[in-house]
């Protein structure tokens, strides 16, 4: 009944509004009106107090008017001539008559003839009427106006219209100008979650999700308790209350709900965790308890909390005061109000969060968030299944192969391939074509990666050899490590933050060794060895190789404890709950530790790149051919690079026919370090830039 008379007054506001702004705009029009009448001076010339004695004594006063309201008196003059001639005595017997003088009448600063003079009414009464009494004895009519019509307009102006402006001015504040969107129904509304959380249900389904095939199958027990939750009750059995969802963004979380929402055709209700965080106290948990006496109102149906993380984090955790604290009294209201709605009510909270590490363990419990469902970036099918359904309604070309472009973007998700088809058909409108071909694909993907080309910055013809040989550095020692077949692209020119880049493909793996860790620091340091060797010196493209090596030769000592300095021990810890979440970093370590970190990371890069120059110094032939032709060309990619490569292969093959720990070397795969928050590899991108 509250919706409905909230949507009634919801669809009068923008009448009413304007009403209340056609009437503020009379109500102002009237107001400077009436202003204007009241203290718009009387006709005449302003005089002072001492010229209207000189005038009254001169006799040129015929009438004077006092005007209560106004506080003025305006006389009426004679002449000085009549003046002087009313004031002449006649002549004696036997004299001859005299002309009047006018002089005699003059007064300074008041013209000799007839007219109209004003002046204000003086402050003390006694004054005002020694002045009327002196008017009067000169024979002048005197008159009091009481100006009755302009106290009632004073009156209105003074306190009616200042009333009625308010009053419209506070309807205005309170209406708004739609749908109940007015300044003071923010303020009032505080304890309310904003109406447009509430989708009405959702049109998006699981043939609209690829590449989380395993989420969908644990999803799909929730789809059909929200279609028949009865049938779960007559069984006894207990579907999941909450489903947490968490993994890298952009993996599609948010679609997976809304999915869930189209399955079981339930209204969706979507709201993001900072709407529940406000300065106010009390804020949150007001909109907690509102969100859910709505959801119970159109039961069954879903809540999708987005990035729970900002209203669901560690209690204490905060830096805040105790049970006081706003963010704590919100998590508490939440916890109340997942676990007070009956199963059979027929209600799911599904979240998403990045940050699953960081949330309360009173959230993760069972009857709470039951499901914990983690959704990682595709696979190679995934990836390609994701192509077609955001490639479904683009024109493509024959040519377009979207398995090959799917091998090309490991570690890519959802969002990513998204970017990359809309960034394909862009770049199809730019050249004004009617069909996408492979050619934009590729650009695409190089686009999404490395952003888009710099081609205001041109490099001398000395710094492109050197990134010419930098880059190749690094293609030499992969191919010799066995990766020339994940060698896709290798080019000189700028593009986003970079100078230079190799684009390799990342092996997908989950258990990374020892000597697949060493060959990766190895291909790494590859293009600084190739700077070393050819040109003497190192230069400041190498600082990305450097902070890669550094980073993933720490890890290995610190957290995999794969150094003999060292030995098995994990140092890397997490160090805390601040309020951005927990930060691994080391724990305190004795000076001597520290050192013997700081030594067996130096030596495992100095090892990697003694190891890297060797490989170069063994087919200095090819790592100069390579360098030239790209230093030529720009860039190498596809069937061009594999001709390019193929007397670098030849050459490997031949030396692999006798040295047996050659063999084993090349044999040995190259995945890139599991990032330091899950144990897959990050997507493919080049192990080094320049």
């Known amino acids: 009944m509250r919706r409905r008379e909230r949507a009634a007054t919801g669809a009068r506001s923008p009448k009413l509004f304007l009403s209340l702004v056609a009437s503020l705009l009379v109500l102002l029009t009237l107001f400077a009106a009436s202003l204007t009448y009241l203290y718009s001076d009387p006709e005449g010339r302003e005089v002072t107090l001492d010229q209207v004695a000189a005038l009254t004594t ?33 002549p004696a017997a036997g004299a001859p008559a005299t002309t009047p003088d006018a002089s005699t009448a003059s007064v300074d600063g008041v013209p000799d003839e ?87 249900g959702s049109s998006v389904t699981f043939a609209d999700v690829g590449g989380a ?52 055709g339930v209204p969706f209700f979507s709201v993001a965790g900072a709407e529940f965080v406000e300065s106010l106290v009390g804020v949150g948990a007001a909109r907690i308890r509102d969100l859910f ?97 955001h490639a479904g309604k683009k024109p493509l070309a024959p040519d377009v192969d979207l398995k090959r472009i799917a091998d090309r973007c490991p570690g890519f998700t959802g969002a990513d391939l998204a970017s990359t088809v809309n960034e394909a058909a862009l770049l199809t409108v730019r050249r004004q074509g009617t069909t996408i071909t492979m050619k934009e694909f590729e650009e695409a993907v190089v686009r999404v990666l490395e952003g888009p080309q710099r081609r205001g910055r041109v490099l001398t013809a000395e710094e492109r050899l050197r ?49 697949a860790l060493h060959a990766q620091l190895v291909a790494t340091l590859g293009g600084i060895a190739a700077e070393e060797l050819v040109l003497g010196e190192g230069s400041t493209g190498g600082e990305q190789d450097l902070e890669h090596a550094t980073d993933l030769a720490r890890d290995m000592v610190t957290r995999y404890g794969m150094s003999e300095e060292v030995g098995p021990v994990r140092l890397q810890v997490k160090a805390g709950e601040g309020y951005l979440g927990d930060d691994s970093s080391l724990v ?15 030596r495992l890069i100095t090892s990697a790149q003694h190891e890297a120059t060797e490989v170069l110094k063994a087919h200095r032939g090819e790592l100069d051919s390579l360098a030239m032709r790209l230093d030529e060309e720009e860039t190498l990619e596809g069937e061009v690079l594999e001709e390019a490569l193929a007397p670098l292969l030849t050459a490997l093959d031949r030396a692999a026919a006798t040295p047996p720990a050659q063999r084993r070397r090349r044999s040995t795969a190259v995945p890139k370090p599991a990032p330091k928050t899950a144990g897959k590899a990050p997507r493919g991108r080049t192990p080094a830039r320049t």
């Open 58 to 90: 001169a006799g040129r006063v015929e009438a004077a008017r006092f005007l209560d309201e106004d506080s003025q008196v305006v006389l009426e003059l004679r002449s000085a001539q009549d003046a002087a001639e009313r004031s002449a005595k006649p």
């Open 114 to 200: 007839a007219g109209v003079v004003r002046t204000a009414l003086p402050s003390s009464g006694s004054v005002t009427v020694k002045l009327s009494d002196a008017v009067a004895a000169t024979g002048a009519t005197v008159e009091v106006d009481p100006q009755s019509f302009q106290a009632g307009v004073r009156i209105a102006t003074e306190f009616l219209l200042p009333v009625m402006i308010l009053a419209n001015l506070f309807g205005l504040l309170f209406v708004g100008k739609g749908g109940g969107s007015s300044a003071i129904g923010e303020v009032t509304d505080f304890g309310r979650v904003d109406d447009g959380s509430r989708t009405g």
């Open 213 to 264: 095939e395993e989420a969908v199958t644990e999803l799909a027990e929730v789809r059909d308790y929200l279609k028949d939750p009865a049938r779960y009750k007559a069984l006894g059995a207990t579907p999941p209350k909450g489903v947490l969802l968490f993994g890298p963004p952009g993996t599609g979380k948010t679609l997976l709900a809304r999915a869930v929402a189209g399955e079981a």
């Open 293 to 389: 006496r709505r959801v119970n109102a159109v039961a069954p149906a879903i809540v999708f909390i987005d990035e729970l993380d900002a209203a669901g984090r560690k209690r204490g955790s905060g830096g805040g005061g105790g049970g006081s604290d706003e963010r704590e009294q919100t998590l508490n209201q939440l916890l109340v109000e997942m676990d007070g709605f009956e199963v059979s009510t027929g209600i799911v909270v599904i979240a998403a969060t990045n940050r699953p590490d960081i949330l309360d363990p009173a959230l993760m419990r069972p009857g709470r968030f039951d499901r914990h469902i983690t959704v990682e970036r595709p696979d190679a099918e995934g990836r390609e299944r994701i192509l077609r359904i």
């Open 467 to 515: 990134a010419a040989y930098h880059e190749i550095g690094h293609v030499v020692v992969a191919a010799a490590l066995g990766r020339h077949e994940d060698v896709h692209r290798v080019t000189v020119l700028s593009r986003g933050r970079t100078v230079a880049a190799a684009t390799f493909a990342d092996t997908e793996a989950t258990l990374l060794t020892k000597s």
């Open 588 to 602: 305190d370590l004795s000076p001597e530790t520290q050192r013997d970190v700081e030594d067996a990371v130096r």
